[in-house]
């Protein structure tokens, strides 16, 4: 499991997971545990190192939010 790091700014959220080179990573995101369904943040993220970052600007819209990543391939 991946357990990404949350840095919060003017209302965006920066998350910060280590990462293998040339793989593929999805964040998704839920502003309730019971919510069915976990909703993908924008487009997959390739890492080129071993860190990967992902930004959600909407972060300040909603009172909370779940993140997890996936690693895709």
Sequence with gaps: ???????????TATLTWTASAGLVYRVQYKTNLS?????TLGADVT???TTAT???????????RFYRVQLVN
Excluded: C, E, Y
Aim: cysteine-free; overall charge neutral.
């Design 54 to 64: 992902k930004v959600d600007p909407a972060f300040g819209s909603a009172p909370q």
């Design 1 to 11: 499991m991946l357990r990404p790091q949350i840095n919060l700014t003017n209302n």
């Design 35 to 39: 919510d069915a369904i976990w909703q």
């Design 47 to 49: 890492a080129t190192n």
